[in-house]
Every structure is written in structure tokens, then in C-alpha cells.
């Protein structure tokens, strides 16, 4: 969701002043996109259990109704808005091939123009050759994707190399680089607060912990609630909405053992503002949050998550060989062993501004530019993207 938002924040306040409506697969999802005002259509949502399966999240009902509740809603936001370029995020048949419908009616009537978006790493090369044989993805890419663009830099992670792209699919498949997270602080300023401080903490230095949604994050939470940390610093933990409320009171109570040194937080609307602050910075390796540490430069220890997917460690494993992160294997995650890295001096780390592409965000206006043949392919009242 963020990463999208990023995106078309972007394209909007591009040369290419794109209408935007986010089509999200969560509610979630509107939280995010009013402050950063794009409108948005959520769908229902799915969630996915430790083994990788999809299951209806909030509604009663199976997942085939679910599946056909959520295309039927996309070809009825689509219809409506009738966008000049679809950018798809990450699964080009959609989570469950919900999106079969929707690329069948665009393709019917050829106006839309679709780009596929996806991250650097999407699983260990065996695993994603076979999903994407099974959901049959590169026939989809093949019929109906104008474009693939990969947000990395194939000096960390070569996607087509790595994945064995055939060369019809290959040629369609651009590099934009890392996102540069500090383009989430330009449009607001801070006004001098420090974000520490209005979480009620005392003066200090910050350590924060980030798990992502919060699905599989209360273990490195507990283990950093429970770290020492250096002196006279601060440490809150970040659960994003989807970790479980038991848990979250758990976590607080550990909090509580720490007046006014420890806290822990379900969400916040700007995450960056915190994580510019932060001292260190201990998280799992999900893609929005590494380039985050990436282009703000903080002192980073990756705990990646293993499995359903392997994509978080891939990730960590190529950053922490080019020096840019350091990586504990969740088998050996322990508060001892964040606690000596926490007390480890920073001084010294490579730039990563200096090792990684991270211009995606300058990148993919003139991407989107080339997708439609300069400004004379662009209707007459504005790019619609959706």
C-alpha cells in the first residue's frame, strides 16, 4: 500500500500530472491514501495463513464468492474511471487469478495500456518458477502487460536473470531502481516536533523496531522489547495493523516494565518521520521498509522472515554482502543477541547511496511517458492511472 501510494504521489506531482485512483486489496488501505490524498476503492480482503493459503479476512463467506465479490468490483471501478494505464502490483493474475476477469475486459477494449509492478525478490528462484508455471503468469505477462517494471537495481538482485525470464517476457521488463523513501518527507514538514517526544518518551536517543503488517512479527517485538539497550535511549516498536490484539497487549505489557523508555505503537500515518529519527533500526526485510533504511542511511539489523516465502531473507543476504545491513537468522533471534548489536558502533558503514540504484522514483514518470508515446497518446482531460 505504501509503496503504491509512493507511487502515485509521484506520478501525480510529475511532469505527467496523473489522475490517480488506488484500487487496494485491503481497507486498510484507505488510512493510508486519504492523508496522501489519492482516492481509493478497497476490496475485500483476503488474508494468507503461515502455509501460504488464502482465506476470506473479515466477510462470512467462501473464498470463490469472495474472489468474484472482488473482481467484479475492479471491473466496476475500472469501468467507471476508465484509466488510460493499470500499474498491477506484484501478481499478475491477482492474488487468487481474481484479476482474470479485469484483463480479459481491458484487453477487449484496448485503451488501457497495463504495466506489471513488481519488487526486486519475490521468493527463491525454484519456488517463484513454479508458482508462476502453475498460475501460467508469464502467458498473462505475454497477452496483456505492456510493461514490466522491477522497483530494484540488478546489481542487488538480477529479477529476469534469477528467475529465467524468457526473452518475450524479458523484453518487456525495466529496471526503475530502489524507491527513495525521503520523497514521503517533502510535501509536509515536520514543524521542528520530534516524533520521539510525542510519544511520550523521555529525552533520549531511539531505537526502533519494525515488524511490517504484524502478521509474524510479535517474536522479534518480544525479543527487542526484552534487549538492553544502550544508554539513555528510547524503544518503541512499530506492530502494523494486522498483528493480532492479544499480542499487542502482551508486547505493551513487557512496554510497561520501561516507564517511559519503551513503548509500542499499532500504527502511525507517516512511519518515516520516526524511522529518520531512529539511532538503530532492527526490522524484518520487507521491501517499503529496506528502502527506507536504504535511502534514509540508518544503522540496520535485518531479521528477516524465512517462510511461507524466502523473499525477505534473498533480500537481506545481497544487502548484508554489499555492507549495507547486518542479518540474524530468526532460528537465532534472541534479546542477548539484539542487545550486542544494539551496542555495536555504527561509525563507519558504507553509503548506500553509494552501492544502490535508488532513483526509481525519478525514473518512472519518464517510464510512464514512454508507455504512451509522449503527451499526444494522453486524452484530452488529463492521464487517468489506476
Not at 493459503?53 to 468474484?68: A, G, I, N, Q
Not at 493480532?244 to 513503548?263: E, F, K, N, S, T
Request: hydrophobic letters at 40%; aromatic letters at 4%.
Amino acid at each position: 500500500m505504501r509503496r503504491n501510494l509512493m507511487l502515485a504521489q509521484t506520478l501525480r506531482h510529475s511532469r505527467v500530472r496523473a489522475a490517480v485512483l488506488m484500487i487496494a486489496g485491503a481497507r486498510e488501505a484507505t488510512l493510508v491514501t486519504a492523508a496522501g490524498g489519492i482516492d481509493c476503492v478497497a476490496l475485500p480482503s483476503l488474508e494468507k495463513d503461515a502455509a501460504g493459503h488464502y482465506h476470506p479476512r473479515h466477510l462470512r463467506v467462501s473464498l470463490s464468492e469472495l474472489l468474484t465479490l472482488r473482481a467484479k468490483t475492479a471491473c466496476a471501478a475500472l469501468d467507471a474511471f476508465d484509466p488510460d494505464v493499470l500499474i498491477v502490483d506484484n501478481v499478475p493474475r491477482g492474488a487468487v487469478r481474481e484479476l482474470d476477469p479485469v484483463l480479459e475486459s481491458l484487453r477487449t477494449k484496448r485503451h488501457t495500456r497495463l504495466v506489471l509492478g513488481l519488487r526486486d525478490v519475490l521468493d527463491d528462484p525454484i519456488t517463484l518458477q513454479g508458482e508462476w508455471s502453475r498460475a501460467e503468469n508469464e502467458d498473462a505477462v505475454r497477452l496483456y502487460y505492456d510493461a514490466v517494471w522491477v522497483y530494484g537495481d540488478p546489481a542487488v538482485y538480477d529479477t529476469v536473470r534469477e528467475y529465467a525470464f524468457p526473452p518475450d517476457v524479458a523484453a518487456k521488463v525495466r529496471y526503475t531502481g530502489y524507491l527513495d523513501a525521503r520523497v514521503r518527507l517533502k510535501p509536509k514538514s515536520n514543524n521542528g516536533s520530534d516524533p520521539a517526544t510525542t510519544l511520550g518518551l523521555t529525552p533520549g536517543r531511539l531505537a526502533l523496531c519494525l515488524v511490517g503488517g504484524g502478521q509474524d512479527g510479535a517474536e522479534l517485538a518480544a525479543a527487542f522489547l526484552d534487549a538492553e539497550l544502550p544508554p539513555a535511549t528510547n524503544g518503541v516498536v512499530l506492530t502494523g495493523p494486522y498483528m493480532p490484539i492479544g499480542l499487542r497487549h502482551q508486547l505493551a505489557q513487557r512496554a510497561a516494565r520501561h516507564p517511559g523508555r519503551r513503548r509500542v505503537v499499532t500504527y502511525l500515518r507517516e512511519p518515516t518521520r520516526l524511522l529518520l529519527r531512529a539511532d538503530h533500526v532492527v526490522s524484518m526485510g520487507g521491501y517499503n521498509t529496506v528502502c527506507e533504511i536504504l535511502s534514509l542511511e540508518r544503522h540496520a539489523l535485518i531479521v528477516p522472515r524465512v517462510k511461507p516465502r524466502r523473499e525477505q531473507f534473498i533480500r537481506a543476504e545481497r544487502l548484508q554482502a554489499l555492507g549495507l545491513v547486518d542479518l540474524i537468522h530468526p532460528l537465532d533471534l534472541t534479546s542477548a543477541a539484539l542487545s550486542a548489536w544494539l551496542a555495536q558502533d555504527s561509525a563507519g558503514r558504507r553509503s548506500a547511496r553509494d552501492r544502490v540504484d535508488l532513483n526509481g522514483l525519478k525514473r518512472i514518470p519518464r517510464l510512464l511517458e514512454d508507455l504512451l508515446h509522449t503527451a499526444s497518446a494522453q486524452r484530452t482531460d488529463g492521464l487517468r492511472l489506476a
